[in-house]
């Protein structure tokens, strides 16, 4: 399976605040019907994870554009360019290139 | 679009329950659905997933004591556990194919 690391753990930051969370996959995440399928999910305290990109760069419809992705093959970033307080919960890459779908550990974004 | 879990409980090791997602606002029989899950307090872990032509695929952890199904004329996606373990214990998700969409989430407990 393909197995995703995600990096920090876990990030503190200020509003206003700009963060990158990194996530490197163990293959590359090309030759997904001609796109590569990894996914930046956003996880708010008790609720059920959101989709904010897809495929690597696209955001999905409604998300603010302080969220922006980034990579290719096996290393992507998430970056929040400043960082607003309904921004906290855990943020987690996903893949699904190969089967089966994996996510990343998660990273737990806090508000200073 | 909607997906709604329902069928979650309390149950003895063992035992078997089954889980429905209700899928509303797009076209069903069109789209591969997932089944999820999330410990508490941990990260997601990927149960199953069935395509649109109801191919199915498992998760080793599942492989046996769990099915997949859908009901086309219902709009409606199962995952029958059974032989439960307390390690099955978490927050069943149903998603469609991308992780574009999920639903609330329905919680299950293995424990005697």
Known sequence: DVVLTQTPPTLSATIGQSVSISCR??????????DTCLNWLLQRPGQSPQLLIYSVSNLESGVPNRFSGSGSETDFTLK???VEA???????????????LTFGSGTKLEIK | ???????????????????????????????????????????LDWVAYISSSSGTVYADAVKGRFTISRDNAKNTLYLQLNSLKSEDTAIYYCARIGGDYWGQGVMVTVSS
């Open chain 1, 86 to 100: 309904e921004d906290l919960g855990v943020y987690y890459c996903m893949q699904a290139t190969h089967a089966p």
């Open chain 1, 80 to 82: 929040i360019s400043g």
């Open chain 2, 1 to 43: 679009v909607q997906l709604v879990e329902s069928g979650g409980g309390l149950v003895q090791p063992g035992k078997s329950l089954k889980l429905s997602c209700s899928a509303s606002g797009f076209t069903f029989n069109s789209y591969g659905m997932h089944w999820i899950r999330q410990a508490p307090g941990k990260g």
């Open chain 1, 25 to 34: 996959s163990s293959q590359s995440l090309l030759d997904c019907d001609g």
